[in-house]
Nanobody, 115 residues
Framework: QVQLVESGGGLVQPGGSLRLSCAAS????????MSWYRQTPGKARELVAS????????NYADSVKDRFIISRDNAKFSVYLQMNSLKPEDTAVYYC????????WGQGTQVTVSS
């Protein structure tokens, strides 16, 4: 079965960096677009970034452009989110996502940006 396991969240000061990882299993990883979403209490989950199966196309939310970088390693069945110049408003639970006929989500990893 499809499994997505995120890691790398934590507490960081404003202006700092974090790298999130998502380990995927249970499907042919190299064939699917992968995405990162985030959610804060009381708000809908929002798309942060996505990357095509061959890593040729990436998309970012306007709020994270020029600060976050999504990448993938198909040999390691993993997708990453490098987050730089973090702001307090980036505080959220971050989820790894893939749509393979239906939606699959990881369990989420908390990112807190605070001094």
């Amino acid at each position: 079965q499809v499994q997505l396991v995120e890691s790398g969240g934590g507490l960081v000061q404003p202006g700092g960096s974090l790298r999130l990882s998502c380990a995927a299993s249970g499907f042919t990883f190299s064939r699917y677009t992968m995405s990162w979403y985030r959610q804060t209490p009381g708000k809908a989950r929002e798309l942060v970034a996505s990357i095509s199966s061959g890593a040729t196309t990436t998309n970012y939310a306007d709020s994270v452009k020029d600060r976050f970088i999504i990448s993938r390693d198909n040999a390691k069945f993993s997708v990453y989110l490098q987050m730089n110049s973090l702001k307090p408003e980036d505080t959220a639970v971050y989820y790894c996502y893939v749509r393979k006929l239906v939606d699959y989500w990881g369990q989420g990893t908390q990112v807190t940006v605070s001094s």
